[in-house]
């Protein structure tokens, strides 16, 4: 039975792991490379990095912080953040990346979904949304790090990603997002019950039952950051609550 | 020396890392005296089974990996790589492979998701070195659309359950395959390449 993945984020700027609330206010956490190489060995599932860095030249530094970290960990590793085009996507798993994920840039243009997973596979094509409820209710997906309102219903663009080839789902919950309330479960089920595709739930984790209500909906795997930065919820612990709570868990052997 | 055959195949550092934590030497290479030089070689592989075919034939490496397999080198297919050992899979409407091994490679059943991707345990099928001190449930990582689904039940080494049987090993004389990422497995993959490699030298 595949087990439900637990997934460290780590947010990072300039080299740095940082740390905001609803996607403001960024604090600088920790060296992203000794904190990979923590998850690793607390039995994190997967890691993902975040880009947030605005120039060129901070994008370098940005894909030898990628290599570096590819060298000290042995689970897969997603890394995301400004990616535009499939030249980005190249470089990101050439500096040791698994699986790349897009944003902005895929609502802006969606036949780079369909592009890249032509060309590297479905499996490494990851399609992140930032979502948030409207005043009509819905929710809809916002670009350009959470400030401008796209109109487009977040699970219809959900299903569209599949259909261009997505290999996988993060739906980040904007209002969850640093709250540390629990995940944005209606949402997250509702797009995870219209796709055949892994989806991650992200934003919101606040305490270890939070992680039990979202693998109770059928969710896939679990992001989080500060919870885990911070070592509030250390992740050997939450594994074996989970474990004990009938969640199909990778355990340390 | 590892050969890692370098056909444009995803991401191979992973794969040299891992190999680096077990100190073994390793090479990305398409050149055929390299790769027969080697005293093993590494099918890697992430993508389409047609475009990798496809990119092996351009660089005669169809024809080097199957003069290298009936010498007897060992050699190992990765997720993707192992695929390409059967003789043929209806991704992309049809595709013949390398044939080293028999059978042949399908779409995963729809009725669970598509890819299997993530954390499954893998059932001995036969006693092995291969699976030597993995401890109890050994977790490994897969991310695939297609399996192996014919194939001689001799040569199946273990599996996964994800919407039926998912050959994740097999082996037959010097050839073996995983349809899981080792590299990407934590210590459980680094034991499962030391265990090969110790089984090979």
């Given at each position: 039975?595949?087990?439900?993945?637990?997934?460290?984020?780590?947010?990072?700027?300039?080299?740095?792991?940082?740390?905001?609330?609803?996607?403001?206010d960024?604090?600088?956490?920790?060296?992203?490379?000794?904190?990979?190489?923590?998850?690793?060995?607390?039995?994190?599932?997967?890691?993902?990095?975040?880009?947030?860095t605005?120039?060129?030249?901070?994008?370098?530094?940005?894909?030898?912080?990628?290599?570096?970290?590819?060298?000290?960990?042995?689970?897969?590793?997603?890394?995301?953040?400004?990616?535009?085009?499939?030249?980005?996507?190249?470089?990101?798993?050439?500096?040791?990346?698994?699986?790349?994920?897009?944003n902005?840039?895929?609502?802006?243009?969606?036949?780079?979904?369909?592009?890249?997973?032509?060309?590297?596979?479905?499996?490494?094509?990851?399609?992140?949304?930032?979502?948030?409820?409207?005043?009509?209710?819905?929710?809809?997906?916002?670009?350009?790090?959470?400030?401008?309102?796209?109109?487009?219903?977040?699970?219809?663009?959900?299903?569209?990603?599949?259909?261009?080839?997505?290999?996988?789902?993060?739906?980040?919950?904007?209002?969850?997002?640093?709250e540390?309330?629990?995940?944005?479960?209606?949402?997250?089920?509702?797009?995870?019950?219209?796709?055949?595709?892994?989806v991650?739930?992200?934003?919101?984790?606040?305490?270890?039952?939070?992680?039990?209500?979202?693998?109770?909906?059928?969710?896939?795997?679990?992001?989080?950051?500060?919870?885990?930065?911070?070592?509030?919820?250390?992740?050997?612990?939450?594994?074996?609550?989970?474990?004990?709570?009938?969640?199909?868990?990778?355990?340390?052997? | 020396?590892?050969?890692?055959?370098?056909?444009?195949?995803?991401?191979?550092?992973?794969?040299?890392?891992?190999?680096?934590?077990?100190?073994?030497?390793?090479?990305?290479?398409?050149?055929?005296?390299?790769?027969?030089?080697?005293?093993?070689?590494?099918?890697p592989?992430?993508?389409?089974?047609?475009?990798?075919?496809?990119?092996?034939?351009?660089?005669?490496?169809?024809?080097?990996?199957?003069?290298?397999?009936?010498?007897?080198?060992?050699?190992?297919?990765?997720?993707?790589?192992?695929?390409?050992?059967?003789?043929?899979?209806?991704?992309?409407?049809?595709?013949?492979?390398?044939?080293?091994?028999?059978?042949?490679?399908?779409?995963?059943?729809?009725?669970?998701?598509?890819?299997?991707m993530?954390?499954n345990?893998?059932?001995?099928?036969?006693?092995?070195r291969?699976?030597?001190?993995?401890?109890?449930?050994?977790?490994?990582?897969?991310?695939?659309s297609?399996?192996?689904?014919?194939?001689?039940?001799?040569t199946?080494?273990?599996?996964?359950?994800?919407?039926?049987?998912?050959?994740?090993?097999?082996?037959?004389?010097n050839?073996?395959?995983?349809?899981?990422?080792?590299?990407?497995?934590?210590?459980?993959?680094?034991?499962?390449?030391?265990?090969?490699?110790?089984?090979?030298?």
């Amino acid at each position: 039975m595949l087990a439900k993945r637990i997934i460290p984020c780590l947010d990072v700027d300039k080299g740095r792991v940082v740390k905001g609330k609803k996607f403001q206010d960024i604090k600088d956490v920790a060296n992203p490379v000794e904190l990979a190489a923590r998850y690793n060995r607390e039995g994190a599932d997967e890691l993902v990095f975040y880009d947030i860095t605005a120039s060129n030249e901070e994008r370098n530094i940005f894909l030898d912080v990628v290599e570096q970290v590819a060298r000290e960990i042995a689970i897969p590793f997603m890394v995301g953040g400004g990616i535009r085009t499939t030249q980005d996507i190249h470089s990101v798993l050439h500096a040791g990346a698994d699986k790349v994920s897009v944003n902005s840039a895929a609502v802006q243009r969606p036949e780079l979904i369909k592009e890249s997973s032509d060309k590297f596979g479905s499996q490494c094509i990851v399609l992140s949304i930032d979502a948030k409820r409207t005043a009509d209710g819905a929710f809809h997906v916002f670009i350009n790090g959470g400030r401008k309102d796209t109109g487009i219903d977040a699970v219809e663009w959900a299903k569209r990603g599949e259909v261009l080839g997505a290999g996988e789902l993060v739906v980040n919950a904007m209002d969850a997002d640093g709250e540390k309330n629990g995940f944005q479960i209606e949402l997250t089920k509702k797009i995870a019950d219209a796709v055949n595709i892994p989806v991650i739930a992200s934003g919101g984790a606040g305490k270890i039952e939070h992680f039990s209500e979202v693998f109770a909906e059928g969710i896939d795997a679990a992001l989080a950051a500060s919870v885990f930065h911070y070592e509030e919820i250390p992740i050997p612990e939450l594994k074996e609550y989970l474990s004990s709570q009938g969640i199909p868990m990778r355990r340390k052997a | 020396m590892i050969a890692i055959i370098d056909y444009g195949a995803g991401n191979i550092k992973s794969l040299q890392f891992a190999l680096d934590k077990l100190g073994k030497n390793s090479k990305l290479t398409m050149d055929p005296e390299e790769i027969h030089q080697a005293d093993s070689i590494i099918l890697p592989g992430v993508g389409a089974f047609k475009d990798a075919m496809e990119a092996l034939q351009r660089y005669k490496l169809d024809t080097i990996l199957k003069k290298e397999a009936a010498s007897g080198k060992p050699i190992l297919g990765i997720c993707l790589g192992m695929q390409l050992f059967y003789e043929f899979s209806e991704e992309n409407g049809g595709c013949t492979g390398l044939g080293l091994l028999s059978g042949s490679v399908k779409r995963i059943s729809d009725r669970v998701k598509v890819p299997h991707m993530g954390w499954n345990i893998l059932q001995s099928n036969q006693p092995q070195r291969l699976l030597h001190q993995l401890g109890e449930n050994p977790y490994v990582y897969f991310v695939h659309s297609y399996a192996i689904d014919e194939l001689e039940e001799k040569t199946l080494v273990a599996s996964a359950d994800y919407g039926g049987r998912v050959p994740a090993i097999v082996q037959d004389k010097n050839i073996t395959g995983m349809q899981f990422h080792p590299e990407k497995s934590g210590d459980i993959g680094i034991a499962l390449l030391k265990n090969y490699e110790e089984m090979i030298s």
